[in-house]
């Protein structure tokens, strides 16, 4: 994806280093990255999922290849799905794997009763702490990262990638790792195309996301809403937005709040959008291609695959858009998903033209059919968002801290406990 665009509201970091030189870059890009640790902290959250350890191997590649940097100072995994004692033992085996003399690696118990124990203290002083998943899980890791008071910056990616490298890794954290930088935040974004099947992937950015984000920029112009329409312009400067790598640094993570549900990246980007200007926010290409795990479309089940995921971020877009003085009823709602569809549409011609130009197989009736699921699931979205609903976010460590002062001397003591049994 080697251009030279410059989106008018944030940096990009194009791979331009692919036309000339695929050979020294990695070794220059990590003699430039251990030279900053020298000077920062940088830590790695992985939010995992304890099936993912038997993923075919994918899990085993990711590891191996985190194994082999140097600049890392500590890791810390967030264990989810993991209820049994001796799951999370497992998961300290495998994950022990990472560490070496100048890293250490903790896995946070998600589902332990230590962890569970604080839960349940914070909800008894009034802090919502949201609902078991891959948010939550980032956000109690973030607190104990917070607790240590070590690292400075945070890089966070999934542990489902394919086609995990080290490069991934590297250009993920320099722009922020880089004293010479301004950014305080950067997300990755990459192509989806299946190397298989040769065909477009990404499916609820590319036909739901850009342009919907994009019907919106679009209609706050027309309802001369001057600042949601910055706002919305900022969201389609981002190419992947739902993306699940990015960096920032520890001042930044310990004032966002945190979405528990789909909505987490957007909701994220606009944490960011609130708290940063735009010179300190970059999106990096982080690798020529992407591939991960597939969710199913589940057109019947609002509490499955791409439905939810349409339906929590769009319930997140339609709330923001009400907190800022937008009046959502039916009859606006139904204009604003029949204008999504058509510009949907209009996008997916484009992916048609892009894809036969690449020789990829590119099937317009299921494409259009998707856009046509997602008009409905946006619908679906205004129904479950009506009335006092607020977006699904836990409040940030600035704030847990300041009603709960000593939060994160029983973090740290519960993490360090869980960890220091023997490992078998």
Known sequence: MADFHQEPQITTLHALYEAFDKGNYLSNLERRLEHHARHEHIS???????????????????????????????????????????????????????????????????????????????????IPTGEQGKGQSVWVTLGYLFARDQANIIALHDCDIVTYSRIMLGRL????????????????????????????????????????????????????????????????????????EFCFTSDLARGLNIAYDWGLEVATLSQVYDQLT???????????????????????????????????????????MRSHGVPLDDSYVDMLLHTYYQNALKYIRKYSYDADVNDLHFDLYEEESAASHFRGFLWDAWMQSKGPQEAKLIPSWNRVAYTFPEIYDRLLEAVEQDNAGEQA
């Open 44 to 126: 790695l959250l992985l939010p995992s999922l304890f099936s993912e350890m038997s993923n075919a191997g994918v899990l085993d590649r990711i590891i191996e290849r985190i194994a082999e940097v140097r600049y890392l100072k500590s890791i810390v995994v967030a264990l989810g799905g993991a209820p049994e004692e001796a799951q999370f033992s497992e998961a300290r085996r495998y994950f022990g794997r990472l560490a070496s003399q100048h890293c250490d690696v903790r896995v946070v118990w998600i589902d332990g009763p230590r962890i569970q124990d604080l839960l349940a203290q914070m909800a008894a002083r009034g």
């Open 173 to 244: 954290i320099e722009p922020v790792a880089n004293p010479n930088n301004d950014f305080q935040f950067c997300k990755g974004y990459y192509a989806r195309i299946s190397p298989t099947e040769r065909s477009m992937k990404g499916r609820v950015t590319r036909l739901f996301v850009t342009p919907f984000v994009d019907t919106l920029s679009t209609l706050m112009c027309q309802h001369g809403l001057p600042e949601l329409q910055r706002f919305f312009e900022y969201h389609r400067s981002f190419k992947y937005a739902l993306a699940g």
């Open 278 to 320: 735009r010179r300190q926010v970059a999106q990096v290409d982080l690798a020529p291609n992407y591939e991960h795990k597939h969710q199913e479309l589940s057109p019947d089940d609002t509490n499955k695959g791409l439905h939810r995921m349409v339906v929590d971020i769009a319930k997140f877009y339609l709330t923001y």
